[in-house]
């Protein structure tokens, strides 16, 4: 079981940045992938980045390619995500995930176990 709690969601300027966190509980953290999603209004829930449990290999959505940055700290029981150059495309409400290892990359919401609550990311023009 594994329970997440993200954090660092906020109002910011077109070409501003934001550092999204994610915390974990359970003793097998490090064994997980772990990925981040996000759904704006109206629309499905997306694939953004995912990061292999080692940390040694990461996958992004082609938008985010460049600006955003996926990593992971196992003894923490953390995961990141550090937001550059953020457009008003970006606002949407961003999910921590959490899910067993599978067929590289696992860019897809049903290859996940478990979730956080979201934290809502705003990107004003």
């Known amino acids: 079981q594994v329970q997440l709690v993200e954090s660092g969601g906020g109002l910011v300027q077109a070409g501003g940045s934001l550092r999204l966190s994610c915390a974990a509980s359970?003793?097998?953290?490090?064994?997980?992938?772990m990925g981040w999603f996000r759904q704006a209004p109206g629309k499905e829930r997306e694939f953004v980045a995912t990061?292999?449990?080692?940390?040694?290999?990461?996958y992004y959505l082609d938008s985010v390619k460049g600006r955003f940055t996926i990593s992971r700290d196992n003894v923490k029981n953390t995961v990141t995500l550090q937001m550059n150059s953020l457009r008003p495309e970006d606002t949407a409400v961003y999910y921590c995930?959490?899910?067993?290892?599978?067929?590289?990359?696992?860019?897809?919401?049903?290859?996940?176990?478990?979730w956080g609550q979201g934290t809502q990311v705003t990107v004003s023009s």
């Open positions: 995930a959490a899910g067993p290892p599978g067929s590289w990359p696992l860019n897809s919401a049903y290859e996940y176990d478990y």
């Open positions: 359970g003793r097998t953290f490090s064994s997980y992938v």
């Open positions: 990061i292999m449990w080692s940390g040694g290999s990461t």
